[in-house]
């Protein structure tokens, strides 16, 4: 069972929330996914109109914690509220107009494969506006404008790089102009040019459009370079919180550690086995 | 010896609770008429992916069945002087039974297959997710109007093999082995009855869309979203939907057709 970089030794951070009235507020998360507890007891908020990272290594359940704040999964207790509504106590209904003022953008992208470029940054705005088919034109070629990509708008997503079509899926993810973006590790298998563009991309829709941006990401050096604020997760709590600046300086033995990618430490690389040697001639 | 007692519980209550989950979706697809009645070429678009698509496989098997009615039902009925009576043996099979149940195999194994694996992949993809995300019931955009454009497809692709099937048989009865082609047609008109034979063998064809949209949509749903979880789907609409077609056949024919 690998487990990715797991330990003890750091000390769990309590209620290390920031200052000011939080868009997102949870309290006690205890989330399972199957037999493995992936919260215990979370506290976690996300300040408004910054960009807030979410760190941890692999397992941790950092997509988890987004398919939680967004009603994509229910908690086994504590709460997640957005913008004061508790999202597991919300109809049907008052969920979807909460997800209107959302937007996601999924590892994978997650692009509707049977509609082009133009159509899969249009869906939303066809779906919950009424404007004329002019109007969203060009609102969708602004969007595709902000993300470099008006030349492929004819394109299916089968024909795009897995870079390009995460930038597609933003433009999308920001079609409704909506208060707050949740990335998936939006860094992952991006060449250097596309992590640059990306990097600076979330930093400036968030500055310009005066939206809350959550970055779930275990690139630590590009996530922190964007990030006010930065929560450091495993082991089901949270490691550390503060500031960019304070999580960088951080002294835990355990926060160094993953930020440093170091192999040494109280995180283990190899999931718990028996000896090498008694396995390799079978007593184990 | 409680273990086996335990697992054979443990997969009873597995089952049910997929039933249940089944029927939950029948209830949103159920759910989602208004918004396909009001996006009809999304209706529209899966008729054509269906049913149109569906054609060639479901007329070139109707004609290669209606000739080997043709063929043996002559070999049959001469040997009892009757082989004036070929062209109701063909049409009454045919659209009593093989219309509505072959055509409902061919359309599993060609369009439902594709279902289950299409909303199958668009979740290992997130796409499903995606449009939850974007605030839109995929049951109501994705999965409804397949399950309208199969419940559609299905019985006019069952009449079209049915008609096929016919011209089959009359090919071989009366092109091939020299019946009277006025016996065969006006036998036929004589004997078939619109409400007993075409409308029953219509409402079988309509309640075979339904179970094999419904089988190939939830299989899809509810695939584990990954490639083996995909494949295990598409398999499971086949095998689901050829078992419960022929058991459903049984009891509509039963129910139709017994005294």
Known sequence: ?284 | MLDPLARLGRSGIAALARLGEAHLLLVGLLGGTWDTLVRPRLLIAQVYGIGVLSTLIVVVSGLFVGMVLGLQGYYVLSQFGAAESLGIMVAASLVRELGPVVTALLVAGRAGSALAAEIGLMKATEQLSALEMMAVDPIKRILTPRFYGGLLAMPLLAAMFSAVGVLGGYFIGVGLLGLDGGAYWSQMQAKIDFSDDIVNGVIKSVVFGLVVTWIALFQGYAATPTAEGVSRATTRTVVHSALAVLGLDFVLTALMFGE
């Open chain 1, 1 to 284: 069972m690998a487990e990715g970089l797991t330990g003890r030794g750091a000390s769990p951070v309590g209620a290390s929330v920031p200052p000011g009235e939080p868009l997102v507020r949870i309290r006690g998360l205890r989330f399972a996914h199957g037999e493995r507890l992936l919260f215990d007891g979370v506290d976690l908020d996300i300040p408004r109109g910054g960009v807030t990272a979410v760190m941890g290594p692999s397992g941790t359940g950092k997509t988890t914690l987004l398919k939680l704040i967004s009603g994509q999964l229910r908690p086994a207790s504590g709460t997640i509220e957005v913008d004061g509504q508790d999202v597991h106590r919300l109809g049907r209904a008052a969920l979807y107009r909460l997800r209107m003022r959302m937007g996601m953008l999924f590892q994978s992208g997650a692009l509707l494969t049977d509609l082009s470029v133009f159509d899969n940054v249009a869906y939303p705005l066809r779906e919950h506006t009424r404007l004329p088919e002019a109007m969203i034109r060009k609102l969708v070629l602004m969007k595709l404008e902000a993300v470099g990509l008006r030349g492929v708008q004819a394109q299916l997503p089968a024909t795009l790089s897995g870079g390009m079509a995460r930038r597609v899926a933003l433009a999308r993810a920001v079609a409704l102009d909506p208060d707050m973006i949740l990335y998936d590790e939006p860094f992952t298998g991006q060449d250097p040019i596309s992590m640059g563009v990306l990097v600076s991309l979330i930093r400036h829709l968030n500055d310009a459009s005066g939206l809350t941006s959550i970055v779930v990401s275990h690139d630590v050096s590009e996530t922190l370079s964007i990030a006010d604020y930065a929560y450091i997760i495993a082991d089901g709590r949270v490691m550390e919180a503060g500031t960019a600046a304070e999580v960088r300086a951080s002294r835990s033995e355990w926060v160094r550690q993953f930020l440093d990618g170091l192999p040494d430490g109280p995180a283990h690389f190899h999931a718990p086995a028996p000896d090498l040697m008694r396995d390799l001639l079978g007593e184990a």
